[in-house]
């Protein structure tokens, strides 16, 4: 694995974001991370990009609200920080209770991914717990999307979420196969509590078998939704565990 493959979603470190984003992204360089994948991004573009050209860091992914939004400002501005993959964070749980609904979702998902292909562009989703807990006629609500996106819509697998909600993270990836494009990985004592989460290689989740299931060029991105402590070390602590296991 190249080191290359590592990523950090942004949104672990909104705090030190919101008060001073150059700053942030410096620090998360000096930790190691070559690649970040931002959040809330159409409205600061332009600190972004500055943050990129100042340390180097490059963003191939990031997440933005897709459904019920104007499309053009949020591809325009990841046209201008280089990232090549908007994945929609959540879509409303409702909207996983039925296969027709969860085609409806698949439906929405194929159209962005078109609009977004004509501009080099691609889509993914971002899955929560819920979509693993509505299970129909036995398939969680997650594997019937994947059977009606196009192949060019990637999912993004919250493996800690994965497996809050009911499913065998590495089962379920080895099902999903090569419609998995990103991990998120994270760890805890998978619980729904936030601030229980730790850094990556500490908590109860299986995450060397995960990776190991997961496809050889899916980018993992660290997160911690929270943190009762230094969120910053718990970052450095992840991407050490991660490294001095060959993870690189």
């Not at 192949?151 to 497996?163: F, K, P, Q």
């Not at 809050?164 to 990103?182: E, K, S, T």
């Amino acid at each position: 694995m190249s080191q290359s493959r590592l990523s950090v979603q942004l949104y672990t470190v909104r705090d030190a974001i919101a008060a001073d984003l150059g700053g942030a992204v410096t620090r998360l360089s000096s930790i190691g991370f070559t690649r970040v994948e931002p959040y809330n991004f159409v409205d600061r573009a332009d600190e972004y990009r500055a943050a990129f050209e100042a340390t180097g860091i490059v963003a191939p992914s990031a997440h933005a609200r897709l459904v019920g939004q104007e499309l053009e400002p949020i591809f325009a501005a990841a046209e201008k920080l280089g990232i090549t993959t908007v994945i929609d964070p959540h879509i409303d749980e409702e909207r996983w209770t039925s296969r027709e609904l969860i085609a409806g979702v698949a439906a929405d998902l194929n159209r962005f991914a078109a609009i977004a292909a004509d501009r080099g562009l691609s889509i993914g989703y971002h899955n929560h717990a819920f979509e693993l807990e509505n299970v129909i006629d036995g398939v969680p609500g997650l594997e019937i999307l994947a059977d009606h996106l196009d192949a060019s819509v990637h999912l993004e697998v919250d493996t800690y979420w994965a497996a809050v909600g009911g499913q065998d993270p590495v089962a379920l990836l080895q099902r999903l196969g090569d419609r998995v494009g990103f991990l998120h990985v994270k760890d805890g004592p998978i619980t729904k509590d936030d601030r229980e989460q730790v850094a990556v290689g500490s908590g109860a989740v299986p995450v060397a078998d995960i990776i190991a299931a997961a496809p050889d060029d899916a980018l993992l991105v660290v997160e911690l939704d929270d943190f009762a402590g230094d969120v910053f070390t718990a970052v450095a602590d992840s991407y050490a565990w991660l490294t001095a296991r060959g993870l690189e």
